[in-house]
Every structure is written in structure tokens, then in C-alpha cells.
């Protein structure tokens, strides 16, 4: 087991938001193959979870991470939301490309799960089955939806979602920045921001070891989430990497952006 290995870490406040990263390989895997985003500074996290083996996936996440990690300061709303579809379009060629170079039929492929969020609204993005989800008001509510085989299993009505959990074929998906469509599809959901609204992107490596009241419990904890997230999962002996970014929005401050607009 790899419970040694100790959490990746990360914690930062900026304007209305204080964000916390954690990450860990699981108990299984000797490496991770997850990345994540904290930039609470732009208003933009993410999850990428890297798929294809031979370290195709470490490569795959590491190329789209760094694409968000790279996104320039001082851009409007709109104008952020359009520079992430183009980054992400851009990584989606360029893993292409690399798969190409390689040969022996190579995919380099990553889900990723994104946040967007400004003034009273926020927008996330996602391609593959790490999830977002928002906890407002003490409920708990999964605002992505997966693209994967058994969750079109589930909305068949074919089998329940318990039993995707444990389905053989549950680690395959069928959207992915990489894969072998030619261009890029992410999924979109806004809505508006409240003040206190917390919000958690996680690779599946949590969602699929810890069931969501216990999620829903780590999240109405005051400290700490995102670790704490990580260490329910080991507990449970995750036999995937795992990953959680909680999102905090502060109640009652008003963000720069809308302070300056409303002046």
C-alpha cells in the first residue's frame, strides 16, 4: 500500500474565495496521475485525471493543467470563460499529435472538471467523469454529470447507481481532452453564485470510494476539507488517485469586479 506517500497540499485566499487543494496516489497506484488548479486569484480551479497508461495519463493531465495554470490575469468574464474552451482546444490537439508521434496506438487522454467563477455567477466545464459538486444550504448537489459508460447505464435505467460504482466497466469513459473525437466537447452548467455557496472538484478516485453523505459531511465541516476528503478515501483504501479542490465564496463580500462596474 502506498498510504505513506504524504497529501499534496494546497491553500490560498484572493478577493471573495479561499480554495484548498489535495492529492494523493491512493493505495494502489505507485504514481499519481491526477492534477489540479487552485487559482482563486482568477476565480478558475480544476481536476484533471489522467487516462491511457505507460504514463500517457500523467502526460495528458500535466499538458491541460498547465494550459489552465497558464491563463493571464485581468480578463473579463466572458473573456475567461473563451480563453479556457481555447486552451482546452488547444490541449486536445496537442495530446492528438503526441499520440501520434508515438505510435503503437497511443492515447494520451485526461478528464477534467473546471470552475469558473466572477461577480454572482460561476460556470463549470467538464469532459469525463471527475465531478463537481456544490454544497449550499447544507444540501449537497452534483452539478457536473458523467460522461462515462455506466452513467449512460444509469440514465438508460439499466442499472442504479450503486451498482455502477462497482460495475466491471466502470472506469471507462467516453469523453476525454485526448481522445480520438476531433474536437473537444465540455459540457456546461451556470448558475448564480451565493455568498457561503462551497463547492468540491474530485477526480473519480473520490467519488467512487466515498458515498455522497459522507462527502456531504467532510463538506459542511469548517477546516480542512480537502484533506479531510483524502483521508476518508485512504481510509477506505482508495485503489485510485485521488484529488479534491473545495471552493469557499465568502458571505458578504462584494467581488472587485462588481464593485468596479456598479462605481
Not at 122 to 130: H, K, P, V
Request: aromatic letters at 4%; glycine letters at 8%.
Amino acid at each position: 500500500m502506498n498510504t505513506s506517500e504524504p497529501i499534496t497540499r494546497s491553500q490560498l485566499s484572493a478577493g471573495r474565495f479561499t480554495s484548498s487543494a489535495a492529492s494523493h496516489p491512493g493505495t494502489v497506484r505507485d504514481h499519481n496521475e491526477d492534477r489540479f488548479v487552485n487559482r482563486p486569484d482568477l476565480g478558475l480551479w480544476a481536476v484533471a485525471d489522467g487516462a491511457g497508461g505507460h504514463q500517457a495519463g500523467d502526460v495528458a493531465a500535466t499538458v491541460v493543467a498547465d494550459a489552465l495554470r497558464a491563463v493571464p490575469a485581468g480578463l473579463a468574464s466572458a473573456e475567461l470563460l473563451a480563453e479556457v474552451r481555447l486552451r482546452m482546444g488547444r490541449a486536445h490537439q496537442r495530446l492528438q499529435q503526441e499520440a501520434v508521434r508515438r505510435g503503437g496506438g497511443d492515447i494520451l487522454a485526461t478528464t477534467v472538471v473546471v470552475l469558473i467563477a466572477r461577480g454572482d455567477h460561476y460556470a463549470c466545464l467538464w469532459a469525463g467523469d471527475s465531478r463537481a459538486y456544490l454544497l449550499r444550504g447544507g444540501m449537497l448537489t452534483q452539478v457536473s454529470h458523467d460522461h462515462s459508460f455506466v452513467q449512460e447505464l444509469v440514465d438508460a435505467g439499466e442499472i442504479t447507481p450503486v451498482e455502477a460504482v462497482v460495475h466491471p466497466r466502470a472506469n471507462i469513459i467516453t469523453r476525454a481532452i485526448g481522445a480520438r473525437d476531433p474536437v473537444v466537447n465540455l459540457d456546461k452548467s451556470t448558475d448564480r453564485l451565493r455568498g457561503g455557496d462551497r463547492f468540491l472538484l474530485c477526480s473519480d478516485g473520490v467519488s467512487k470510494t466515498l458515498p455522497e453523505d459522507e462527502i456531504a459531511h467532510i463538506l459542511a465541516g469548517e477546516d480542512a476539507a480537502a484533506v479531510q476528503l483524502i483521508a476518508a478515501a485512504l481510509e477506505q483504501q482508495a485503489d485510485d488517485n485521488i484529488t479534491a479542490v473545495v471552493v469557499d465564496a465568502i458571505v458578504d463580500l462584494p467581488d472587485p469586479e462588481v464593485t468596479i462596474a456598479r462605481g
